[in-house]
């Protein structure tokens, strides 16, 4: 499979704590999304990095990617109850023209 | 607002009633996609459509249609539904194949259950 794996599986962390989750996958890459979904609702667009681009930020938000390591990391910054969601990363593999292949997704947990 | 409405929300239906989902977006985008999600086994894709009369296949098309005659709307069709395809269901769209620039706009989901 070509999806991207996604680590942790399941985050819990303290408001205010920063939390930090991984993505790899294993194939040359167009770019890579960062994706949130609140329980049984549809995902929201996080961020996009190309695979010209080894940062970005948006907010709270910092995504790097390591494409000599095919992984990246989506850093939320100041964690909110509200971030409390799942997380996952999609890749738009190189070659393929049809779809993002989504990982299975970060459950996070931030506690008041 | 810009948005992508699915309907209904939430659908009990039995083996073999053929049943439709709509999708529908007011962005103007050219490329749409449905997905299936399962707990386990993240999203998976059914079809997409590249644009008006356009469409394929994902990695899972079996038992679904679909249909591309206008670019705002992208109804997915259970010919014969069955207990299998009880899950969560979720209409994208992008500007462009692949949302490389804008990423994929989602629908809120139709949770489908097949007794």
């Known amino acids: 499979s070509q999806q991207g794996e996604e680590d942790p599986q399941a985050l819990s962390i303290q408001e205010g704590e920063n939390a930090t989750m991984n993505c790899s996958y294993k194939t040359s890459i167009n770019n890579l999304q960062w994706y949130r979904q609140n329980s049984g609702r549809g995902l929201v667009h996080l961020i996009l990095i190309r695979s010209n681009e080894r940062e970005k930020h948006s907010g709270r938000l910092r995504v790097t990617l390591d494409t000599s390591k095919k992984s990246s990391s989506l850093l939320i910054t100041a964690s909110r109850a509200a971030d409390t969601a799942s997380y996952f990363c999609?890749?738009?593999?190189?070659?393929?023209?049809?779809?993002?292949?989504f990982g299975k997704g970060i459950t996070l947990s931030v506690r008041p | 607002e810009a948005q992508v409405t699915q309907n209904p929300r939430y659908l009990i239906t039995v083996t073999g009633k053929k049943l439709t989902v709509t999708c529908s977006q007011n962005?103007?985008?050219?490329?749409m996609s449905w997905y299936r999600q399962d707990p386990g086994l993240g999203l998976r894709q059914i079809y997409y459509s590249m644009n008006v009369e356009v469409t394929d296949k994902g990695d899972v098309p079996e038992g679904y249609k679909v249909s591309r005659k206008e670019k705002r709307n992208f109804p997915l069709i259970l010919e014969s539904p069955s207990p299998n395809q009880t899950s969560l269901y979720f209409c994208?769209?992008?500007?462009?194949?692949?949302?490389?620039?804008?990423?994929?706009?989602f629908g809120s989901g139709t949770r489908l259950t097949v007794v």
């Open positions: 999609a890749t738009d593999y190189t070659g393929a023209n049809s779809k993002l292949t």
């Open positions: 994208a769209s992008s500007p462009q194949s692949l949302g490389r620039t804008y990423g994929y706009t």
């Open positions: 962005m103007n985008h050219e490329y």
